[in-house]
């Protein structure tokens, strides 16, 4: 109980530390650049297939480990997370605290403003 305790305090902390103004200032070209590193396991185009991760198209919105045809943890199905552009930032800096368990072996972003890019690019995928 103490692990999930402060778990969910890390998560709620990169949360509140990166800020709506990180967020709300992301950049959809520069988060595209910075997606060149997710391509290499998520696809992004609609109706495409899964790659080692699941396709992201429209990910901002999505109940998490529900993506059609990807075998997705235990941990993340039985996450209870919906993908909104907060909950992403906060699995991108730090994808194990936000999801103990989840199988996605990718560190996190440390940098606010990539995340920011980032999360304002997955937006953009509709």
């Known amino acids: 109980m103490k692990r999930l305790a402060r778990v969910m305090c890390l998560a709620i902390a990169s949360v509140a530390f990166a800020g709506p103004e990180a967020r709300a200032a992301g950049d959809p070209v520069k988060g595209g650049a910075v997606f060149d590193r997710c391509a290499i396991c998520h696809s992004y185009r609609k109706d495409g297939g899964n790659k080692l991760g699941p396709n992201l198209f429209g990910v901002v919105g999505r109940k998490a480990g529900t993506y059609a045809g990807f075998s997705y943890s235990p941990a993340m199905k039985g996450s209870g997370i919906t993908w909104t552009t907060e909950r992403l930032n906060a699995y991108l800096a730090s994808p194990q605290q936000v999801v103990p368990g989840n199988r996605m072996t990718f560190a996190g972003i440390s940098n606010a403003?990539?995340?920011?890019?980032?999360?304002?690019?997955?937006?953009?995928?509709?």
Do not use: M, S
């Open 113 to 126: 403003g990539q995340r920011a890019d980032l999360v304002a690019y997955l937006a953009t995928l509709k």
